[in-house]
């Protein structure tokens, strides 16, 4: 005989809590993992699938990203001495307002985007007809890399329903993240919160079944007398089966014996459901280096979205553009020569992004105004505050005269030195910022001895005005205003 000693909720505890500890160190349901603990290789399909498709977090963060990088307008520019011409004649400009007859640039590097996030990788073609360049997208998923014996890349393979076809290397674009354990492929971002997603995922679907099977009190059918041997082995089996997994949440356990019903109270793990998905969001949208608040969630308020929304343009949307911006000019530098624009030559042709328009360059504005602003009330010419800070407005009639306040002087000055200290010769930033500080300490100390002056007068003031009243007078505006 073995007794029913430890109780039901002991028994049925152990085991949901066995469960858990076998879910919270597996492998995400998605994810190719083996039993030493590495990752071989990524499934594109079954990342798409189970991953982007299933997980609302997952799809809104990396949608949202491809989207951004979508609207970004490109554009040709040769080097110059002083900056640099945009070009509005040449095969590439030519490729970016029509890369092909299917699709648009924006959607091609919204699809490539796209990939990168959930697949570490993107593929794209570049085909030249009849002096036009065609890009094409490349799913990764049907991509194979062949490598030569010194493990340069010889070819890239690429399979659609069971037709193979290989293209020289230097006809694809190969978009990745960096994989310190690859020689060629990349690192997905949701290959590392892979585990955060299928918990989620998990989450949800637990949940679901809870509400679904519930309807009543959580529980189980328990034994109301000591149980044989075999009996007890049937019982624990048919445990087994009712209890793990969450299609198996909140329903009521039944065994064949005489039995009564025992209910159990909420875990603390139910109860702590919404505040688990806080966790979860936030550990996703980490991986992709976006604060939660940009895309809507942990209770995104319109002040800090407006700031997450800036933030994940100066981080992550600006770094995949640059990254894409240095994999483009160095496909094509040999067929036009083109470089990166940071090490660019004078007469060097170079692809490149404008972020003109959108919310981080409207922020910068801003703040370029806001800047120049106080540099031309100090006295520096609004053309050089202007051009320095970067504000990208066009030069303007006067601009290039210094105007200083005449309060800023000290009191009876001549009339010369007034005309003096109103043009300013100011030509690099650190002039600028010196004579800034200059004109602001100097400032500061007139407001405070104005600022005793005034205190003085407000005192005598008020001294005649209640000397006027206590002698009757009514009317007391002439003596203020005297």
Partial sequence: MRGFSLGIRAAVADAVMRWAERRSTSAPAFAAFSGDQIWPEWSTQRAVKEGYKASYILYSVASDLADCIRQVPWQLKRKTKDGADIVDNHPLIEMIRSPNDDGTWGSLLEAWDLYKSLAGNAYGRMIEVGGDLDAWNLRPDRIEIKTDSRGHISAYKYTVNGSSEYFPPEEILHFRFFDPGSDHLGLAPLQAAARMVD???????????????????????????????KQYQQWHK???????????????????????????????AELDYLKAFDTYEAAICKAFHVHPEAIGALGATFENKEWAIRAKWEGPVTSRLSEMRATLNHRFRKQFGTSDPKVAKPGDLFLDFDLAGTPLADYQQGKALERAQRAWACGVPWNVASSVYGTGLPPIDGGDQGYLPVNLLPIGAPVDQLRSTRSVNLETADQIRAHVARVTNKRTGWARGVAVKVGQRFAEERAAVVKAIESGVIDCDPIIDG
């Fill in 199 to 229: 918990t989620s995922n998990s989450t949800i679907d637990w949940n679901k079944n809870l509400i679904g099977n519930r309807g009543r009190p959580s529980g189980m059918i328990a034994p109301k007398n000591d149980l044989e041997d």
């Fill in 238 to 268: 048919n445990l087994r089966n009712q209890v793990q997994g969450p299609k198996n949440a909140g329903k009521i356990i039944i065994q064949p014996f005489g039995a009564e019903f025992v209910p159990f109270d909420l875990t603390p």
